[in-house]
Nanobody
Framework: QVQFVASGGGLVQTGGSLRLSCAGS????????IGWYRQPPGKQRELVAQ???????FYADSVKGRFTISRDNAANRATLQMNSLKPEDTAVYYC??????????WGQGTQVTVSS
């Protein structure tokens, strides 16, 4: 079963930047929308950004103008560039693929901690 592994998290100060990477197996990036999700401490997982196969993007209001999602289908990779980070961005970040409204299984996430 295809899984997506997120990496690149860390500890940064408010206003800093991080670049997250998502790696999938096989031809996992050949179809579907790739999304970045996050789960803050004690809260539910939420969609942060998503990019379709045609490059169409969606961003949650809380990250618009600060985060940029991209995908490289040939390399089976996606990235999330996060700028102007805020303490409320602190969460475990995951990537996943949605195909016809169905998410794949959850893989390893990466911790992002933004200090004030």
């Amino acid at each position: 079963q295809v899984q997506f592994v997120a990496s690149g998290g860390g500890l940064v100060q408010t206003g800093g930047s991080l670049r997250l990477s998502c790696a999938g197996s096989g031809r996992s990036f050949g179809f579907g929308a790739i999304g970045w999700y996050r789960q803050p401490p004690g809260k539910q997982r939420e969609l942060v950004a998503q990019i379709g196969l045609d490059g169409t993007t969606f961003y949650a209001d809380s990250v618009k103008g600060r985060f940029t999602i991209s995908r490289d289908n040939a390399a089976n990779r996606a990235t999330l560039q996060m700028n102007s980070l805020k303490p409320e961005d602190t969460a475990v970040y995951y990537c996943n693929r949605m195909v016809r409204g169905t998410l794949g299984s959850w893989g390893q996430g990466t911790q992002v901690t933004v200090s004030s």
